[in-house]
């Protein structure tokens, strides 16, 4: 999956500011995740917002909310919005 010029949005923007500020790209080979790592109670509202955005963009939700050691942990797998996301400069991460 790659986008045309044409094709990137404000929504797509919005998305990839978010993974590049608060999150990571990971891969195994097989299974391909894009998470986000935020405030337990100051950025509930802002993932829910991500959540219907990446539902909008990749026809995918992301896994439910949790908190995870203190943080506000928030994982989407899709092998599309991971290659997407790699089309456009976004690193993997090493673990």
Known sequence: ????DDEITFN???FVGAVIGNGNLWTDGSRFRIELTGHPKLDVNYFNYLSNLSSDLFGKKPYPLCTHERALRWRLQSKDAFILLQSLGVPTGNG
Do not use: G, Q, Y
């Open 12 to 14: 797509l923007c919005e």
């Open 1 to 4: 999956m790659s986008v045309a």
